[in-house]
């Protein structure tokens, strides 16, 4: 994928700039480019996703090639290429999984939520995702949220019980 001349490295604050320094000390010199999965980290902290304008400011700011972070951003599932809800809901459908029910638990918040796979609620709450192995296998369906907090044995009333009480955390209940 070439990068397009109408795309353009987006400005990094001093701030952003302060955090890439902090990660690139970790290494040595000459291998600034290890941290190319820190900063694309950092940018969607501050940005919620990595758009192809901040791949391009890491790029430049790692001395990388464009695609090079680029495909950093789309090998991991955990780099968000566009926009997302508050709560990102992965849901694993690899084989274990699904022998243990985890293509219906994704079809169930799929129906509960109103949405498809990879579609955000129009209250800009929710994210439905599907994800490859979690390591979990034993406790099947399993699912992450928000990249951090995995969650097992999800049946649709534990799925249930998820979405409502996100939900009524949010005042949106």
């Known amino acids: 994928?070439?990068?397009s001349p109408s795309v353009q490295a987006m400005a990094l604050s001093e701030a952003t700039r302060a955090r890439f320094a902090r990660?690139?000390?970790k290494y040595p010199s000459d291998q600034a480019q290890s941290a190319v999965m820190a900063c694309l980290a950092i940018v969607q902290?501050?940005?919620g996703h990595v758009s192809r304008e901040a791949e391009l400011a890491v790029a430049e700011y790692l001395d990388m090639a464009p695609m090079a972070v680029h495909e950093v951003t789309t090998f991991y599932n955990m780099y968000n290429?566009?926009?997302?809800?508050k709560y990102k809901l992965n849901v694993c459908t690899n084989?274990?999984?699904q022998l243990r029910g985890g293509n219906e638990a994704l079809a169930h918040l799929a129906r509960k939520l109103g949405v498809g796979m990879g579609g955000t609620t129009a209250?800009?709450?929710f994210t439905l995702q599907q994800c490859e192995c979690l390591g979990?296998?034993?406790d099947a369906p399993v699912m992450l949220v928000n990249d951090r907090s995995m969650c097992s044995f999800m049946s649709h009333d534990k799925l249930d019980q998820l979405v409502d009480g996100l939900r009524a955390a949010e005042g949106k209940a």
């Open 123 to 125: 209250d800009g709450l």
């Open 136 to 138: 979990a296998c034993a």
């Open 45 to 47: 902290q501050e940005q």
């Open 23 to 25: 990660e690139v000390a």
């Open 95 to 97: 084989l274990p999984c």
């Open 1 to 3: 994928m070439s990068t």
């Open 81 to 85: 290429q566009q926009p997302v809800g």
